[in-house]
């Protein structure tokens, strides 16, 4: 059975130095776009720690296989050619690049994606494979990691063995300490950018807006703040940064006067919604901006890179975080991401009233508060029992494995009450056994900005014998990452995961897991993978039969 394991964050100094089964669609074996060749086992000479919970400041005191993880190496320059298992080379751009035993990424509690892939589905489309991220589907469900005390993160590492071959999913679980209650938490100064373009006049959007910003007005709290900014193809401050005290009249009257009006200048907003945080900026307080469009931007800047840049010193200088939430039926995707993931926030789409209040009654007041600054993991296989390794998604947050401990370098922001999940798809070697791999998750401290560490290992004889006969939290991460995979079919430049089901015996095993759980969240993955299995397959739009 799989082990868990935690430890104790220490402050942590920075070093100097099968064939596709939907109809129309034919996949080639898993190994000719997963192949790893992790020749060169010198590269981590101690990959091999034991399962315990380590904490480390990344020095190997003994010179033993017991401390890991070491720092991370320099990347190796060249490095042998990325082959499949026939020998071919491959192009495959999911596959790492270097031959090194090392994994490393930001966190993301993103689930835009997942939302708008429901969204797409239920209305009789499949999502451009684009669109599709599979860490934002795991994510997307709640998981029963142990919980840490104080700031930061626990940390455990478990697995099960697929049906193809050798090959086993790794889960790297993450959680934040539970979200303190309504007085506990500190005030936030949250200013909102609205999107009041025509094309938010669809339903579903600017109205959605309009009545969970009534409530959720309701919910905050005397001492929070509210500003609200509208943009179109200009942007206006329409309320200040405004205590709510005896000021929540004021605050529902200029959310009953958005109208949607022209073109979208995205850009205009984003600036305008900084600058007025800035100006009402609380010391004490958690300020946020929250941008609510389409992210449709056809005016001024339409690029994240340039609109975030305009407003680097209002994220730095400040600590100003992006809240991205997304709406509407065609959707700007990749620029919201892209803006969230640069404005050191993360995104979420609504697409009907319960997302809306979710969203804006239940999550936002849990994110106003941070737990953890430039979040990064880094997962080290030991090349004595690991052949080939590959991490599903997270391909956007990526990280040098080198700047792991570099921490200039950007991570990813988290708040109380949030678990992540990382899933590998990991290929042992013949009758290899003994330690698998280690992960470990570092952190800055949201007040000092001192940096920590967690981490935990897993064995080969703690992965458990199948996916299937895993506990319940394990399975609905599997199902939900082989659904995302199933999504991205269409982008030949990716392969399937080992041991993918058909959608039909997926869409079964979900609805098997929504009622044995009675999670209505699941319930809801159990619907959108029978919509996605009512697809016809075909090389344009598709219909429901």
Request: proline share 6%; charged share 30%; glycine share 12%.
């Amino acid at each position: 059975m799989g082990m868990k394991h935690t430890g104790t964050a220490v402050d942590a100094g920075r070093p100097r130095g099968g064939a596709r089964r939907r109809r129309g669609i034919r996949r080639g074996p898993v190994g000719a776009l997963l192949a790893l060749p992790l020749a060169g086992a010198l590269l981590l000479t101690g990959c091999g720690a034991s399962g315990g919970g380590n904490s480390s400041d990344g020095a190997d005191k003994s010179g033993g296989r017991n401390n890991l993880p070491l720092p991370a190496p320099d990347r190796p320059s060249g490095g042998a050619a990325e082959r499949d298992e026939q020998g071919e080379q491959s192009d495959a751009p999911e596959v790492a690049p270097s031959p090194d035993y090392l994994s490393t990424f930001a966190l993301d509690v993103d689930t835009a994606s997942y939302g708008y892939a429901r969204r797409t589905l239920a209305g009789g489309r499949a999502p451009d494979p684009s669109t599709v991220r599979p860490e934002e589907f795991v994510n997307s469900f709640r998981q029963d990691y142990e919980r840490p005390d104080g700031n930061g993160f626990s940390l455990s590492v478990d697995g099960a063995r697929t049906n193809d071959g050798r090959w086993s999913l790794v889960r790297v679980g993450l959680a934040t300490r539970p979200a303190e209650s309504e007085r506990e938490r500190p005030p936030a100064a949250l200013t909102f950018v609205i999107d009041i373009s025509g094309s938010m006049a669809e339903p579903g959007r600017l109205d959605l807006a309009r009545e969970s910003l009534d409530v959720m007005t309701d919910r905050l709290r005397d001492d929070d703040s509210v500003a609200l900014v509208t943009f179109s193809d200009e942007a206006e401050t329409v309320l200040p940064m405004t205590r709510l005290g005896d000021h929540r009249a004021r605050v529902h009257r200029a959310i009953a006067g958005l109208e949607p009006t022209d073109s979208t200048d995205l850009g205009a907003g984003v600036r305008t919604g900084y600058a007025t945080a800035v100006d009402g900026l609380r010391e004490g307080a958690t300020n946020r901006v929250v941008l609510i469009s389409d992210a449709l931007a056809n005016t001024g800047d339409t690029d994240a890179d340039d609109i975030l840049e305009r407003i680097s010193s209002a994220r730095r200088d400040h600590g100003i975080t992006l809240f991205g939430v997304g709406v509407g039926s065609d959707y700007g995707d990749a620029l919201m991401e892209r803006l969230a993931d640069k404005g050191d926030g993360h995104t979420t789409y609504v697409s009907d009233r319960d997302d809306a209040f979710t969203v804006f009654c239940d999550e936002l007041p849990r994110n106003i508060d941070l737990t953890a600054r430039d979040a990064k993991a880094q997962v080290a296989f030991d090349p004595g029992t690991v052949e080939q390794f590959r991490l599903i998604g997270y391909d956007d947050r990526k990280v040098a494995d080198e700047d792991f401990r570099d921490d200039r370098v950007d991570g990813g922001e988290v708040g109380p009450g949030h678990t992540v999940t990382a899933l590998y798809a990991v290929r042992t070697r013949p009758g290899a056994s003994g330690h698998l791999a280690t992960a470990t998750v570092r952190w800055l401290d949201p007040d000092s900005r001192a940096p920590h560490e967690e981490s935990g290992g897993l064995e080969t004889g703690d992965l458990r014998d199948g996916v299937w006969t895993s506990p319940y939290s394990f399975q609905v991460t599997a199902v939900a990452a082989y659904f995302a995979d199933d999504l991205r079919a269409g982008d030949a430049r990716r392969s399937s995961l080992p041991g993918v089901p058909p959608l039909g015996e997926l869409a079964s095993r979900a609805r098997s897991l929504a009622n044995v759980t009675e999670d209505e969240d699941v319930a809801e993955l159990a619907t959108a993978i029978g919509q996605a299995d009512e697809l016809d397959v075909c090389a344009g739009d598709c219909a429901i039969r």
